[in-house]
């Protein structure tokens, strides 16, 4: 599979200066293929010396990062909920075409009683339905040192409502006590129509086993002296591993728990550079947008 030349991130900023010289906002990359690739959250100090454009107000940097990636992650939610409003607002400041993954509030994944939330549950997806059409899979991440009890687990994704004002609703699976996943585990997700999460970090439970019709993938190995924060040939292996995804494959050289599933139809693909050299997500993303196209 022949992957384009990556460019350098000095020639994807000249590239838009000289394209839009009296503006910032670079229009909207489209997601090749139904791959996504962003990162996590928009407000991070470090970005306004290397992403945001020197003097561009903090209200607008949403709008500019929406416009540089296809898709972001939305950590704050996992710290509590916001208002619809707030939601609202998000929607309208993106483009057409962008979604916003979501973190459940922890306080959900944190009881110990998951057969009985229910009604925290429907609270914050009745919320944050206000994103509309631009709402992306919703993640629900259960902490290393958790003690999950299995039965509770299943009561859990059976009360995961499917569907919100007349959308799908995607969910993901992220347990991060590796004594967790298991056969079993991938079983329960299989069954209920929900996506695990795959990331490279060696501190989180890695493993590529495709669960459901979408992809969730985090990458948090980023480098600060490498200024797309991945090498080149890193980037091209992951634009590979995305399209195989894409096509209803599963790359050969990820760890899985199970043997390779047969072939399925086109997947959903969604990628997010997250953590590590926080400050070189914006250039990794938009260094795999490019070599997608």
Do not use: C
């Not at 296809?70 to 996992?78: F, K, L, P, R």
């Not at 919100?164 to 079993?184: E, M, N, Q, W």
């Amino acid at each position: 599979m022949v992957v384009r030349q990556l460019r350098s991130v000095e020639g994807l900023s000249l590239a838009r200066k000289n394209t839009t010289p009296h503006d910032p906002f670079w229009p909207p990359p489209v997601a090749a293929d139904g791959i996504r690739v962003g990162i996590g959250g928009w407000v991070f100090v470090p970005w306004r010396d290397n992403f945001f454009p020197a003097g561009l107000v903090q209200r607008r940097e949403l709008e500019y990062a929406s416009h540089h990636v296809t898709a972001i992650e939305i950590n704050g939610t996992y710290y509590g909920a916001q208002k619809p409003a707030t939601y609202a607002k998000w929607r309208d400041e993106t483009p057409d075409g962008f979604l916003f993954s979501a973190k459940a509030p922890k306080r959900i994944m944190a009881s110990r009683a998951l057969s009985k939330v229910e009604g925290a549950v429907d609270e914050f997806v009745g919320g944050i339905s206000e994103l509309g059409g631009k709402l992306g899979p919703l993640v629900w991440q259960f902490e290393q040192g958790l003690r999950i009890d299995r039965d509770e687990f299943e009561a859990f994704l059976e009360l995961l409502p499917r569907e919100s004002d007349g959308r799908k609703l995607r969910h993901v699976l992220d347990v991060r006590d590796p004594a967790f996943i298991d056969y079993t585990y991938l079983a329960l997700a299989r069954r209920h129509g929900m996506a695990t999460v795959y990331t490279d970090s060696p501190d989180y439970p890695s493993f590529a086993d495709v669960t459901t019709d979408f992809v969730y993938a985090r990458l948090m190995r980023s480098r600060s002296e490498i200024a797309t924060g991945y090498p080149e040939a890193a980037l091209a292996a992951w634009a590979q591993r995305a399209q195989v995804w894409a096509a209803g494959g599963e790359p050969e050289d990820l760890p899985r728990i199970g043997p390779t599933a047969a072939p399925a139809g086109h997947r959903d693909v969604f990628i997010y550079f997250i953590g590590s050299a926080k400050e070189r997500n914006p250039a990794a993303a938009m260094a795999l947008i490019d070599q997608l196209r």
